[in-house]
């Protein structure tokens, strides 16, 4: 059974429908952490969470620990009653269920958001489905649409899958999210991961290094560091703590070798960065901008700024889009 959903999953784009049906194996037999972390999923690609399904994630996710999610599900579940007899009888459940276990219910903090979480496992735009072979890749949901994902898709080869592991930390702290990762590794069966840092100042968002390392030694399967900004000595530090997990490392801006120690077994791609097809290689209408720069304007990046004034006063058009850190600014020609 479990074989007959798995081909379906590496056949198929990313299905609530499938991975419910993996979510409820791993429940059945019983193995608790791969069924939440599927029903976690899964909740991230309905349409709408019924009670019913609500209520089951709930249960399971009050078995592993995770009582402020459980307690979201609960609410959710008691939101749904129409009756307020039965409505009240249930709370009543619910409150003996969680004092059972020495845990407060009203001291309980439900998870910070909704259960309409943002999607945990998608298909990077553009790249192969059926047939191909999987790069799964590690990042924040913000970096979908980045180059070096995008770019996936200029290879026949690859279907690129994008696991979004900060969403699913911080939709459910107390889950062991590293342990999920592992699992998800062994039904995927990636032939290369990518490792995108989801912020390089905080690290709540990332799985931990020697669950990497983990992957590594237990799959086989490599796992690639993808860094940007890699002068900045914060992020230096960082790519330095995370190089045990890693077979090999592609940075995008500065060659790594020059700020970062290494050993001889790590793997050093020093690239440009990638410019997939899609945006950057187009023939079907005639490109309307001289120079573009799409990036961060804000102060402290005073060489853009020479560099933007600079064409500027040589009477050369520049199209502007991107952001500030204090929010998107409008297009501006220079």
């Known amino acids: 059974m479990k074989a007959d ?5 590496a056949a198929e784009p990313p299905c609530a429908e499938t991975l419910l049906e993996l979510a409820e194996h791993y429940e059945s037999v019983p193995d608790l952490v791969p069924a939440f972390g599927y029903y976690l999923i899964a909740l991230s690609l309905v349409d709408a969470v019924t009670p019913k399904l609500a209520s089951k994630v709930g249960a399971i996710a009050f078995k592993l620990g995770e009582h402020g999610f459980a307690l979201k599900c609960f609410r959710m579940t008691l939101r749904s009653e129409a009756d307020a007899d ?28 909704e259960l309409a979480l943002p999607a945990l496992l998608a298909e990077v735009p553009g790249t192969a489905r059926s047939g191909a072979i999987t790069c799964l890749a590690i990042t924040a949901g913000t970096d979908l649409r980045e180059n070096g994902l995008l770019s996936i ?11 979004n592991f900060a969403a699913m930390a911080q939709a459910a702290p107390s889950f062991n999210a590293d342990l999920f990762l592992l699992y998800l590794v062994r039904d995927l069966c990636p032939a290369v991961i990518l ?30 560091g993808l860094y940007y900004d890699i002068a900045k000595p914060s992020f230096q530090r960082i790519c330095q703590a995370y190089l045990p997990g890693l077979d090999g490392v592609v940075t995008w801006d500065r060659p790594i070798g020059d700020t970062v120690p290494l050993s001889p077994e790590i793997r050093v791609r020093d690239l440009w960065t990638p410019l997939p097809s899609c945006p950057f290689r187009f023939r079907e209408r005639q490109r309307n901008i001289d120079i573009g720069f799409v990036g961060r304007s804000v102060s402290h990046y005073v060489t853009r ?9 040589a009477n050369v ?18």
Do not use: M
């Open 5 to 9: 959903i798995l081909a379906r999953v």
């Open 305 to 313: 700024h020479r560099y933007l004034d600079g064409l500027a006063a």
């Open 86 to 113: 039965e409505r009240e009888r249930s709370a009543r459940a619910i409150t003996n269920l969680f004092k059972a276990s020495g845990f407060d219910i009203q001291t309980a903090r439900p998870a910070p958001f």
């Open 195 to 224: 490792f995108r840092h989801a912020n390089l100042t905080e690290r709540g968002g990332d799985p931990r290094v020697e669950t990497l390392l983990a992957i590594r030694r237990q799959t086989k399967v490599p796992v690639i």
């Open 317 to 334: 058009q520049v199209t502007c889009r991107g952001e500030t850190f204090g929010g998107v600014f409008p297009s501006r020609t220079w």
């Open 153 to 163: 898709a200029d290879s026949n080869l690859y279907r690129g899958l994008a696991f």
